[in-house]
């Protein structure tokens, strides 16, 4: 994969980065970091021009959050809402994960954008779970901006080198949002009859997909 990467940027260069960044910010299991990472590094040996690199991932990270925030809304929220039952997930623990997500959901959007499997499903998960559009957008372009500035600017000036930074420090951060997935998961199942007034409070009355 690396090598047909490799191959890909240097012959389609910035049409390569926005293709590659684009398909995972969408929910397709793709290296768009790496991706990101490796246009930088040729930037810095003089082969492409780091600004347009970064602008092209910076654009495609927020176009492709943006369709899997559409994919998410249109079509997540449905099948949980219809077919949850089948995982188990009723409406109330639909309902409870809204909440959360009202309440946090900016924060997980932006900081999606620096852990690897964050990066692929949390715009899809702000489209299920509702999150507004408005937020979404604000924090979806924040993260995407600063994302391909860290991630490009550390290619350009460190070269092969921070590839054996990043690639670590991304396992860390995978690490860490899996504790912290443990541990809301642990303190919903506490707290799960006051998060589901909490809930109930805020959402009132039968939850509906989205038209």
């Given at each position: 994969?690396?090598?047909?990467?490799h191959?890909?940027?240097?012959q389609?260069?910035?049409?390569a980065?926005?293709?590659?960044?684009?398909?995972?910010?969408?929910?397709?299991?793709?290296?768009?970091?790496?991706?990101?990472?490796?246009?930088?590094?040729?930037?810095?040996?003089?082969?492409?021009?780091?600004?347009?690199?970064?602008?092209a991932?910076?654009?495609?990270a927020?176009?492709?959050?943006?369709?899997?925030?559409?994919?998410?809304?249109?079509?997540?929220?449905?099948?949980?809402?219809?077919?949850?039952?089948?995982?188990?997930?009723?409406?109330?623990?639909?309902k409870?994960?809204q909440?959360?997500?009202?309440?946090?959901?900016?924060?997980?959007?932006?900081?999606?954008?620096?852990?690897?499997?964050?990066?692929?499903?949390?715009?899809?998960?702000?489209?299920?779970?509702?999150?507004?559009?408005?937020?979404?957008?604000?924090?979806?372009?924040?993260?995407?901006?600063?994302w391909?500035?860290?991630?490009?600017?550390?290619?350009?000036?460190?070269?092969?080198?921070?590839?054996?930074?990043?690639?670590?420090?991304?396992?860390?951060?995978?690490?860490?949002?899996?504790?912290?997935?443990?541990?809301?998961?642990?303190?919903?199942?506490?707290?799960?009859?006051?998060?589901?007034?909490?809930?109930?409070?805020?959402?009132?009355?039968?939850?509906?997909?989205?038209?």
């Amino acid at each position: 994969m690396f090598e047909y990467l490799h191959h890909a940027i240097a012959q389609y260069g910035y049409f390569a980065v926005f293709v590659f960044v684009a398909l995972e910010s969408a929910g397709a299991p793709m290296p768009g970091e790496t991706a990101l990472v490796t246009a930088a590094i040729f930037a810095g040996q003089g082969t492409l021009d780091i600004r347009w690199v970064i602008g092209a991932a910076a654009l495609a990270a927020i176009l492709g959050d943006n369709l899997g925030y559409w994919v998410g809304r249109e079509f997540g929220f449905p099948l949980f809402y219809r077919y949850g039952h089948l995982l188990p997930i009723d409406e109330g623990k639909l309902k409870v994960a809204q909440y959360l997500f009202l309440r946090h959901g900016g924060k997980i959007v932006f900081f999606g954008r620096f852990v690897a499997i964050l990066r692929t499903f949390a715009a899809f998960l702000a489209g299920v779970n509702r999150l507004e559009y408005k937020r979404f957008l604000i924090f979806n372009a924040l993260g995407g901006v600063i994302w391909a500035c860290v991630f490009g600017l550390g290619g350009f000036f460190l070269g092969v080198a921070f590839e054996t930074y990043a690639r670590p420090v991304g396992i860390a951060a995978l690490l860490c949002a899996v504790i912290g997935a443990i541990g809301a998961s642990r303190f919903i199942s506490h707290h799960a009859n006051a998060l589901r007034a909490e809930a109930e409070a805020a959402l009132p009355g039968p939850l509906f997909a989205p038209k």
